[in-house]
Structure formats: C-alpha cells, structure tokens
C-alpha cells in the first residue's frame, strides 16, 4: 500500500445496539437503539478501543478526529444510533461505507459475511441478534468480542480492495463472482 495510505489514521468502526428495530417501533427510529458496545481500530496507534455508552462521547471524538472513518453500513445504521446521543453530524466526518460502495457495484446490498467468506475464506462469529441477547443477558465481554471481530473483518477487507482493487463474494448461485474496486 501507498506511503499515504499508511500515514493518515483510518479508523474502523463498528457498533452494536441494546435494542432493534422492533422495540422501539421501527427502523426509523435507530436512534432509540441505544448503543451497547462501540469498537475501533486506529491504524495511528495500531490499536483498538472498545467504548460502552457511559464513553459514546470519547467515541464519537475518535470518529470526528480520524482521517478517514470506513465501516459497513456505518451511514445508516450506525451513525443513526450515535445521532441519539449527539448535536454533531457524524456524516461530515470522511466517510467511506464498504456497503454504499459495494452496492453500487453488486446492484444490490450484500451482507459483510458475503464478502469476508469470498474474500478472506472467513466468517462472522456471530450476528446482531445474537449481540442483542447478550445484551439482555448482561454479556458485555461477548458483545465486545463480536464486534472487534467485525472491526477486524472490516478492515482486512477494506485493505484486500485497497491492495488489490478488487474483492471476491459467493453469489446466491454458490458462483464465486468478483467486483472491481476503487478505494
């Protein structure tokens, strides 16, 4: 990768919510979700950080500070949850969202596991609903787990694409299909 790649600070993010869609009335209402636990990877310390809603702020300032903030599906859905907890407007921040990108590739939305498996040979450890439950049951540290795990995902795909400039995903055929990539 390109030296200045390397020298901005890309922050990965992800994060999971106490609630979905059906306990606060509806996917318009993200913002309700509340955020459970919140991860990053900064490639400026080489680190991640794990962020519970006490810290959302901290969050939040890590976001708006990065050179570059890359997610999957972090402008409509993520950003919405943190938007219940802040004046600022998170989409100001250089965004690059894997999921509107690949969308206007694919044509269609695809999962982040699609293109981790296709890509990697690698698979979610879990998924939302099962974040959701921990939740309930109090499993803050499965919670954060999973999601550094997808932080991860996302940032090994993210750097596949910029390396390369293509990705790999298995269509609903089980027909290994590749897209080009600009990133």
Request: proline share 2%.
């Amino acid at each position: 990768m390109a030296d200045s790649f390397m020298s901005k600070n890309i922050v990965y993010f992800d994060l999971e919510t106490q609630k979905s869609a059906a306990d606060v009335g509806g996917w318009d209402k993200k913002r309700d979700m509340k955020m459970s636990v919140g991860v990053i990877f900064s490639t400026a310390t080489q680190s991640y950080e794990i962020f519970d809603e006490k810290h959302v702020n901290d969050l939040v300032k890590a976001l708006l500070r990065a050179d570059l903030v890359v997610g999957y599906n972090i402008i409509n859905f993520d950003y919405e949850v943190l938007a219940g907890y802040t004046p600022l407007d998170l989409t100001q921040a250089p965004t690059l969202d894997l999921l509107v990108e690949l969308e206007k590739v694919v044509g269609r939305k695809l999962p982040l596991d699609a293109f981790a498996t296709g890509t990697l040979g690698c698979e979610k450890i879990a998924d939302g609903l099962e974040a959701l439950q921990w939740w309930k049951e109090g499993r803050l540290m499965e919670i954060a787990e999973y999601c550094c795990f997808d932080v991860k995902i996302t940032k090994l795909v993210h750097e596949y694409g910029c390396q390369h400039k293509q990705l790999f995903y298995v269509d609903r055929f089980g027909k290994k299909r590749v897209v080009q990539v600009k990133w």
